[in-house]
């Protein structure tokens, strides 16, 4: 995405149209930053400075010259969609309801929110009683499965739990992620500020149903027969929109995946529901949290760096059994690692606590 308006850290807005950047009093402006290529973007001082500055986004640009044309680009291509006018009326629409409601009902909720390594960007994102921030994605445009598997993954990776939303039947019908649908040809008008927007499909009851000659479904352990076990059983439920968004965002309204023989059904159902089917099947079918590889703001906005471990002295002496505890005295002074108020010492002074940082660091 091609950008006029730069602005730098240090000597505020630039104009790469206007000669040498709009700046008389330093010639060769242009040419010095063309030059600087190996610095990391985030040290080049160079940000957009037209539609992100102006909605509060720091995003860093690079600049380079392609058949003597000057041009600014954006470090993070999810950053561009912003500058882009094709968002439809009623995709805004949805944006603007999710975040109202979200809002009204004392959650914390944004639109075009992207990580910081600029590899997710949410529609809306609501921080809500629940471990993991939840990401709702208004998908009106069709996209293919793998790809929307993919953003799902991304999703999780960075700590965000991602509600999918369509009009669109097709894609609804779909079972890659967990959609839920609302009408479809509905004005933009209708959508922000309408009384009632109702979910048609993707909230469902989760029944669990004994596996014995009452039940009319076959077996899904043994397919024919019956086992006498407890089996899960949906069906359609209603529910607002309004309602499906206070729901999620305080952990009421859960994302559920239900295996019957081979495949496996994502849906959204109540917590208390999800709860009772777990303890029948003991297994979790839920995301357990944010994932151990990032967290949900992304990655840090300060360049990699690399560390060198301190070097460990190693110690000679007899080799001494760990688990034998009877030639091991406390100390008194806390420890100031881990706060202990005392450490057990072999004759040494060596702790006997490997856990601690100081059993590694001590001298």
Not at 81 to 98: I, V
Not at 305 to 332: K, Y
Request: with cysteine.
């Amino acid at each position: 995405m091609v950008n006029d308006k730069l602005w730098h850290t240090d000597l505020g807005e630039l104009d790469i149209t206007k000669p040498n950047l709009g700046r008389r009093d330093l010639p060769g402006l242009w040419e010095l930053l063309l030059q600087d290529t190996r610095t990391p973007l985030s040290r080049r001082q160079l940000q957009c400075g037209g539609v992100c500055r102006q909605l509060g986004y720091v995003e860093w640009m690079h600049v380079y010259e392609r058949q003597g044309k000057r041009i600014a680009a954006h470090e993070a291509k999810t950053a561009e969609r912003r500058h882009a006018s094709n968002e439809s009326p009623e995709h805004k629409a949805y944006k603007e309801r999710t975040v109202r409601v979200a809002t009204e009902a004392g959650h914390r909720a944004e639109a075009e929110v992207r990580t910081q390594d600029g590899k997710v960007r949410s529609d809306v994102l609501i921080y809500g009683a629940t471990a993991m921030p939840t990401s709702f994605e208004i998908q009106r445009s069709f996209e293919t499965d793998g790809s929307i598997r993919r953003r799902n993954k991304a999703s999780f990776d960075h700590g965000i739990l991602a509600a999918w939303h369509t009009d669109d039947t097709q894609m609804f019908e779909r079972n890659e992620v967990a959609w839920t649908r609302t009408d479809n040809n509905l004005p933009p008008r209708a959508i922000r500020d309408g009384a009632h927007l109702q979910v048609r499909g993707g909230y469902r009851y989760l029944d669990m149903e004994k596996c014995d000659e009452r039940r009319a479904r076959p077996c899904l352990t043994k397919r024919t027969g019956k086992c006498g076990k407890w089996h899960p059983v949906s069906t359609p439920r209603q529910i607002s929109y309004d309602d499906f968004v206070r729901g999620v965002a305080a952990g009421d309204v859960v994302q559920a995946g239900v295996k019957e023989f081979r495949t496996t059904f994502h849906f959204w159902t109540t917590s208390q529901e999800l709860d009772r089917y777990e303890d029948a099947e003991g297994l979790s079918v839920r995301p357990s949290g944010p994932s151990p590889r990032r967290a949900a703001t992304g990655a840090s906005l300060q360049d990699p760096t690399c560390r060198v471990r301190p070097r460990i002295e190693v110690r000679t002496g007899p080799v001494l059994d760990w688990r034998d505890r009877s030639h091991w005295s406390a100390t008194n002074a806390p420890c100031r690692y881990c706060g202990a108020p005392t450490h057990l010492r072999d004759e040494a002074g060596r702790p006997a606590d490997k856990t601690c940082a100081e059993a590694q660091l001590d001298n």
